[in-house]
């Protein structure tokens, strides 16, 4: 079942296409990935996920043949690549994968530089190239270039693994689990780093995990696999969400679809809530003015730059006597920033007092409020929308045929 | 005359017997390690062939010294020729093994994304897998020098340079004073040349190996 995707601005040129892909491996009985049909649109990242030995690892080595297909087609940017010149194949894809296999006798820039050299490049636009390259993934080129791989952190590392995949600057990277094996703090880090990365390059991304979690977050589109590679949902994470096609697709994004759905949207696409503030040396009757107009028991008191300052009540104003409001009532929780998702605001407005969450901007500067009412609405219309949709493309003949789009 | 006034009298016979000595290890050293390198590489990849050539190797080192330098004159002569082709039969086993061993021993996912990368197999083997698996093989290299530098002595049996003619002599003549001389300076002259070696291959080896990996 597929839909018009929503997330990317993508023309529709699909640049990666499998054909019945299948691969059977000696001795054993069933097809390891069995008659995979999958497009993948240009600039998008598609993340493939699934449980453990359901071919995620064998599909995406099949894409650039280092794992043989028994039978089947790769089309390539229209060109069918099933039989041509693998090391020629291999240059123009990019390759990451989770033990990142840096080459320990090389420096950062020698790694780094591997396939420019391949292709014969000067050496002068080799070392320009990977210095921009490094500055890329947020590693100082002059810091970084002559250190060898063990002198580098985990994280460090995999920034490493990716600007050597990117080194040719190739139409496609393959990514296997790249930040499986790094520690959770790290990893959301380089996922941001990565996604802020992509939105520069547009490459067409092929990712493979097997975290829903990590697919949601990085994928335009997620093709959900079943054994052998069975396509069980190939979609936006959005439609996957709030209109699992089966049973398998359900169970796999777990009992936390609703949250999980939250992590989607952005402070700043639902409409902030104003509540009434005052500035710092507001006189008592001001104060108590404004305490009269909100529905909370005390107002946000901001700077004169704008930025929160303290929560006041009523009750502040009277024990505090004569006193200045930024000497009253109770500092403000930490606000988040516009872009930050939905599910961080909630985070914030279950922790935080009057259960709700500040919205400031970069400079923190206070914009609004989120409270729960606006999530719920928030996550009510993505659920008749996804319904809307899941309809539509079900009674559109044109898109029965699975992993194609439309 | 004692030891030392032994050496002083014979010291330019010393050095012409080591010179004799390390240029004929050196030469075996050189050809085995040539020779095995190549086999290791031809058979790390494959179970059977890795197996037969480790057996073949190992079976060389079963052969009595003595009886393989005999057997050599046969086809070779006397002189340095049979000890040269014996030595280096002696002194594969222990670079074969660690060539493979080495080449076996490097990451797979080092391998795997140098094949992702588009490097053939020629790339791979010249510029990641023997690179990474260099330290292991010159140690092996570094063993067979030392074995081969006591049984070159053996080689003056069928007259070939080195200590052996010093060691050989002495015996010859057990019982006089000069006897043990003998025997301790072709003994001396060989563990002086395999601390030498030894020195050299330690320098060679921190000259060769990248910072990346020592
Ligand atoms: N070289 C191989 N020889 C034989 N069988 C293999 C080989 N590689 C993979 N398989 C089998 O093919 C199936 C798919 O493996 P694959 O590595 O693609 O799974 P995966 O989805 O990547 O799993 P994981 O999440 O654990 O990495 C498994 O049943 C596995 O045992
Ligand atoms: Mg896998």
Redesign the pocket.
Known sequence: MTSPTNATSHDGRVMIRLEELT?K????K?N??DSLTLDIPEGDIVV?V????????????MMNRI?EPSSGRIILDGEDVTSSDPDQLRRRIGYVIQQIGLFPHQSIGENVGTVPKLLGWDSKRISTRVDELLEMVNMEPSQFRNRYPKQLSGGQKQRVGVARALGADPDVMLM??PFGAIDPITRDRLQNEFLRLQSEVRKTIVF?T?DIDEAIKMGDRIAI?Q?G?HIAQYDTPEQILTAPANDFVADFIGKGASLKRLNLSRVADIGLKQLPTVQLGTDREGVMAALRQTELSAVLVLDGEGRPLRWVGAEDLQRGGGRPLDELGLAPEAAVEARATLSDALNELITARYSITIVVDSRGVYQGVVDIDQINDAIRTMRSTAVAKARESLTDDSMAEQGRLP | MNFFEFLVARSEDMLELGLGHAALVGAAVLIATVIGVLLGIATYRKEKPREAILAVCGAFLTVPSFALFVLLIGPLGLGWKPVLVALTMYGLLPIVRNTITGLREVDPAIVESALGMGMSRRQRLLRIELPLAWPVIITGVRVTTLVLLGIAAIGSIVLGPGYGEFIFTGLARVGTPVAVNLVLAGTLGVIVLAILFDLAFYLLRKITTSQGIR
Do not use: N, R, W, Y
Request: glycine residues 14%.
């Open positions: 691969k491996f000696p001795g054993q069933q390891a990935v493939l699934g449980p453990s030995g359901c071919g995620k690892t064998t599909t995406m080595k794992i296997d689990e493979v097997h696999l054994d590679s």
